[in-house]
Structures are given as C-alpha cells and as structure tokens.
C-alpha cells in the first residue's frame, strides 16, 4: 500500500500523532548517534553560534528563494508533478497558525540536529544530503519533488559546510516550512 493510501486512513488526530513521533524519533536518533560519535557534549554548542548577518545572508534569504521557487513551480507545472499524495495537505490545511508554526520549528529543530548537525559533521555532505532526500519518502515517486528536495537538502548542506552554524540551517529549513504550511493553510 502506497504511503499516501496509508495516510489517508489515518484521523487528524492519527497524522499529528505520527508526525509528532516520526521528528521524536529524529531527535532521539540525532542525541544518541552523537554520544557515540561527538567526543564531548560540547561538540554541539559550537554547532550554534549566533552571528544574525550570518542567520539573514544564509538563512532568511535563501529560505525566501526557496519558497519562491516551489511556489513557481506550483504554478507552472500540472498538479500531478508537485502533489505529494495529499500529505502536505492533510498536515496544513484547516490547521492554525500556531500550530504550523510549532510543527515547522520542531521539524526543523530535529531533521537539521540529524542530518547536518550529527551526519554531515561526522559522515560529510553529499551522504547527508542523500539521506535528507531519502527520508522524505513520499518524493521518491515524484522526480519533480525529489529533485527539488535533493536540490534543498544539497543547498542547506552546503550552508552547514560554509558556515557550521546550525542556528543557519534550522532558520532556513523553518522559514521555507513555515511558508509553505503557510501557503496551503490559505490556499483557495
């Protein structure tokens, strides 16, 4: 049965829950591997470093030109090429906003603790940003969608890589997820 199948089965409440799960198990992933693969706890906090010229050059404003290019992308190409299965759908629309705010902090709190801040510090870029791609399942079948992730998830790396500030890369993931819940919460 085919991922979108499955959620469509799922209530509201089901989909929150398995959300909620799927990023504690991101967090709990990214704590764990890094006991055993950080030398100290410090490893972390030179992971964050708040410098706000870096936060806006490499976060805010890419993230701006991130969700620029999939909102084109959405006009211009056929529905069929950008739909997820409806996923997106059922986790933003008739949600408040408070509650995609929440969703797309914690989403970016722990894919960005995982992938760049335990994976790509430890294991590189490019496994990184693959792996960032290959969890975002439901894009496999999409190439539009997996190319546009794999793109993403290259780009953010690649931020990590100049800048090793996750306070960078957790911004940027924010805002793109934020707007684009944004966007489908008010969507016509």
Do not use: C
């Not at 504690?24 to 706890?41: K, N, P, Q, V």
């Not at 805010?60 to 996923?87: N, Q």
């Not at 906003?97 to 960005?112: C, D, H, P, R, Y």
């Amino acid at each position: 049965m085919k991922q979108s199948e499955l959620i469509k089965q799922l209530s509201d409440r089901e989909l929150k829950i398995n959300l909620l799960f799927s990023q504690g198990i991101f967090l709990g992933i990214a704590l764990l591997l890094s006991l055993f693969l950080f030398d100290r706890f410090r490893d972390w906090t030179t992971l964050f470093v708040w410098d706000t010229q870096e936060v806006i050059y490499f976060g805010v404003l890419p993230a701006i030109f991130i969700v620029g290019m999939d909102l084109l992308l959405i006009r211009l190409l056929p529905e069929s090429a950008v739909d997820d299965g409806g996923i997106n759908e059922r986790i933003f629309r008739n949600r408040s906003i408070s509650f995609i705010f929440g969703i797309a902090l914690l989403v970016a709190i722990s894919e960005e603790l995982l992938f760049r801040g335990v994976i790509q510090s430890t294991i590189g870029y490019i496994p990184a940003s693959i792996l960032f791609a290959l969890v975002h399942l439901r894009y496999l079948r999409k190439p539009v969608l997996f190319i546009s992730i794999l793109v993403i998830s290259l780009l953010i790396g690649y931020l990590f890589l100049i800048t090793e500030n996750l306070f960078v890369t957790i911004t940027l993931h924010f805002i793109v997820d934020f707007l684009l819940g944004l966007f489908i919460r008010f969507k016509k």
